[in-house]
């Protein structure tokens, strides 16, 4: 495993790659490769997609490096391009069905299933539940849970990649919450059958 990158030792790579040193792109390609994939792979369809939208977003991010400025961190803003890249592929594919707007549905107080020992199940099929009510998220939905509960970005920093101010991130974000836990809620009331 690799060493602390520090912020500044990042900066002299983008400040060099805004140069036109490629050699210091790669470094920061090398860097952010592997988190970027894991990211993009939960917005799209499957591993080949999510390759070439990682790849996309290097490409859009070595041809505009010069205007990024070090403001903010490197991966927040390669984060943007990635996100990006992955709502245009998503928006160009073909409806899947009727998708109903979450937007639209009535927020509930779910129960609270902590304190139900009967109601445990084996860890892997609740992990299926919650990959699949992830994916089934909208994605301007997806992504502020993906940002803030599986990445960990701040709420600042997770809003920064968005574009979004962090009110309309944190409603995004509390009704992307609510639909994956009623998913998880219907899993557990299914199991009582």
Known sequence: MSAPVSRSDEARLVERSQAGDRLAFEELVRRHADR?????????????????????????????????????????????????????????????GAVSSIDETPIEDAPDWSEAPEFRVEQGNLRRVLEDAVRALPLEYRAPLILRDVEGLSTQEAADVMDLREAAFKSRLHRARLAVRRAVDQYYLEGER
């Open 36 to 96: 970027l994939y894991a990211v993009v792979l939960r917005f799209v369809a499957d591993a080949d997609e999510a390759e070439e939208v990682t790849q996309e977003a290097f490409l859009r991010a070595w041809r505009s490096i010069d205007k990024f400025e070090l403001r903010s961190q490197f991966f927040t803003w390669l984060y943007r391009i990635g996100i990006n890249e992955a709502k245009r592929r998503a928006e160009r594919r073909p409806p899947a």
